[in-house]
Every structure is written in C-alpha cells, then in structure tokens.
C-alpha cells in the first residue's frame, strides 16, 4: 500500500510561485512512477506533470510547461512541483499520484494511476 501526502497549497497573486511537496510512503519510493494531476471546479482532473522513478524523465502539460517544474528526491521520499508564473486558471485542487506499472510518458490519464493523495488546494488571485 502507497500513502501519499501532498503539502504547500494556498492563495499567491498572478504571477506568484508556489512549492508542492508530496511525501510518500509504503514501498521503496524509486520504483514507482509519480505525477501531478489538477482539478478545477466543475471540470475533469487532468494531466500536469510526470516524472520516472529515478527522476531521468519528465513530462509537462503544455499549459504548464515552461513554468512548472517536477523534481524528486529519493532519499527524502519526496516529489516536488515548483509552480512559477502562476496564473488565475492554474487554480485547482492538485493532486499527486503514483504507480508501479505501466510507461510513464503515456501515462497522462488519471485512470492510469492507482495511488493518490488527498490534493492540496492552489488558489491564484487575479
């Protein structure tokens, strides 16, 4: 079973950064894929950003690319998304996933992730 806790939401201005953190827990944490997914209201979870288990590859949304940025630290058995230049539809809930199976860089679907922390709210303000 993988646990994961995702932190650092909350209310930035246009143009602000933020710094999600999610911790995991239950296996050896580099031997599983992790992600990023967000939620707005009244519209479907959709795809931000993955990352392989050692970190070698990533994958960004184009709405986000070139603003956001994944990391992970194994030895922390945390994943990080730095969020820069953030704007008003940025807003969401966040959430991080992670997996065993699978090819990450297909993986843009949230139905193709099994594990999933509880999201953190990031509320840009216009």
């Known amino acids: 079973q993988v646990q994961l806790v995702e932190s650092g939401g909350g209310l930035v201005q246009t143009g602000g950064s933020l710094r999600l953190s999610c911790a995991g827990s239950?296996?050896?944490?580099?031997?599983?894929?992790m992600g990023w997914f967000r939620q707005a209201p009244g519209k479907e979870r959709e795809f931000v950003t993955t990352?392989?288990?050692?970190?070698?590859?990533?994958y960004y949304a184009d709405s986000v690319k070139g603003r956001f940025t994944i990391s992970r630290y194994n030895t922390k058995l945390t994943m990080y998304l730095q969020m820069n230049s953030l704007k008003p539809e940025d807003t969401a809930v966040y959430y991080c996933?992670?997996?065993?199976?699978?090819?990450?860089?297909?993986?843009?679907?949230?139905?193709?992730?099994?594990?999933w922390g509880q999201g953190t709210q990031v509320t840009v303000s216009s």
């Open positions: 996933a992670a997996d065993f199976r699978g090819t990450v860089a297909t993986m843009a679907l949230p139905t193709q992730w099994r594990y």
């Open positions: 239950g296996r050896t944490f580099s031997s599983y894929h």
């Open positions: 990352i392989t288990g050692r970190g070698g590859s990533t």
